[in-house]
């Protein structure tokens, strides 16, 4: 089993114009849409990473804005309960509960935003150690002050402005603080490198907008093209079926005229043999016409003998001789020899149906010599050889008589009625190459005459 095997060359050769175009459009716009779709998710994935840098950059704006509130909230609940441990105002000392807890409240806050921040949460940690710490010191003071005892309060806030613990949470405010403004520097960073980014994917997008543009009307121009030529191509088309539909016509017509001439051909070719025939039969009544006269002399002839033998016979009847049989063969000799001869004539004069026999060449072409004499007339010689030649034929007997006498009164034409005409018959043994060669030397003869 024989497999078929296409090489791209043979595939570029089989294919027309007008499909490679539009197979280069299909990949154009496949690869454009591909491009287009990366750029797209580009732009898309820059802009989520902006989002995201721009959401970290907030959060860290936040956890500052926290931290310093936070550290404004502290400063503003010990500067009131500073005021409240002096002048005992009990709206101050809301004041300094509100603070406190509005600072307790921000921290909170503060540990939600760093939650996911390693060094940022144990700070947050330590800030709310520190503000329950502070609290407790800040306690008794505010205590003091709720019960009226602003000496004692005033001591207690004394030293509790003393305690390390407000210098620890400042420094931890600060160092939250550093730490975010660090991260928000590069966050910052990030940022612009995202939006950077991302504003050159938009570039791009727009460039690929305009290519695509570009690319459309190239696409519509090819349509264009594609569509001129497919109309182009139809119209080629239309005309080639009509030119083939002229051409059938024409080819039927031509078909009906030469059936026609081969209809008259077949009408001319059977009148051509109806005359044939007629003509052959004619030159038969000719040659009949011809052979009249030799044949009435020999019929007299004939008649004569039988005639005179009958006559001898009945006077040797009377005369009661021996003798009236040998007048009675002559007799009938001579009337087998009229009845055949009038045989000859009616057989080469009509046409009848073949009735073969076996019969003696020999003998029959001896038996032609007086009725060939006749027709050929005097001025032709005829010699028969006929010894050696006993080997029968099975044949008609009388249309050979008529070829042999057709072909004597040819041979007759062709010496201008002059001339000997030599008859030979021959046993010969013929193989099958020399009756190959005979029919081919008899082929040839009739081709040439």
């Not at 294919?15 to 998710?41: G, K, N």
């Not at 030599?422 to 082929?443: K, N």
Request: charged share 25%.
């Amino acid at each position: 089993m024989s497999v078929a095997t296409f090489s791209p060359e043979a595939l570029r050769r089989g294919l027309s114009p007008s499909v490679w175009r539009a197979i280069a459009a299909v990949v154009i716009a496949a690869s454009a849409a591909l491009l287009l779709i990366a750029v797209v998710t580009m732009v898309a994935r820059s802009n989520a990473e902006r989002d995201d840098a721009l959401a970290r950059e907030q959060r860290s704006y936040d956890i500052m804005i926290v931290t310093r509130a936070t550290d404004a909230a502290l400063a503003r609940a010990e500067a009131a309960l500073g005021r409240y441990v002096v002048d005992g105002d009990r709206r101050t000392g809301t004041t300094y509960y509100d603070e406190w807890r509005r600072a307790g409240s921000q921290i909170r806050q503060l540990a939600k935003l760093t939650g996911g921040q390693p060094n940022q949460l144990p700070l947050v940690r330590r800030l709310g150690e520190l503000y329950q710490v502070r609290d407790r010191e800040l306690a008794a003071a505010a205590s003091f002050a709720n019960v009226g005892k602003g000496w004692y309060a005033i001591g207690m806030f004394n030293r509790a402005g003393q305690s390390p613990t407000l210098g620890e949470i400042s420094k931890t405010l600060e160092a939250i603080t550093t730490n975010e403004r660090a991260r928000l520097d590069a966050r910052a960073a990030a940022t612009l490198f995202s939006g950077e980014r991302a504003n050159g994917f938009v570039t791009l997008l727009s460039i690929l907008g305009l290519a695509l543009v570009g690319l459309a009307i190239l696409l519509g121009w090819l349509a264009a093209v594609a569509a001129s030529q497919r109309q182009n191509a139809d119209e080629l088309a239309d005309a080639e079926s009509d030119r083939a539909a002229r051409l059938e016509a024409a080819v039927a017509d031509r078909t009906r005229d030469l059936q026609g001439a081969n209809e008259r051909l077949k009408a001319e070719s059977a009148t051509r043999v109806r005359a044939e025939a007629q003509l052959a039969q004619a030159q038969k009544m000719e040659a009949v016409g011809q052979l009249t006269g030799g044949i009435a002399h020999d019929f007299n002839n004939m008649l004569a003998v039988v005639v005179g033998g009958l006559d001898l016979a009945r006077r040797k009847l009377a005369q009661k001789s021996s003798d009236v049989g040998h007048h009675l063969e002559n007799a009938m000799e001579g009337a087998d020899r009229a009845a055949a001869l009038t045989r000859r004539l009616l057989s080469f004069a009509r046409d009848e149906p073949l009735l073969p026999d076996i019969v003696s060449p020999a003998k029959l072409v001896v038996g032609m010599s007086d009725l060939l004499d006749r027709t050929l007339g005097e001025r032709i010689e005829v010699h028969v050889a006929a010894n050696g030649a006993d080997w029968p034929i099975f044949v008609d007997g009388h249309q050979l008589e008529n070829a042999l006498l057709n072909l004597a009164v040819n041979a007759r034409d062709a010496m201008d009625g002059a001339g000997r005409l030599d008859i030979a018959v021959s046993d010969v043994t013929v193989r099958a190459d020399d009756m190959a060669f005979a029919c081919g030397r008899l082929c040839a003869d009739q081709r040439y005459g």
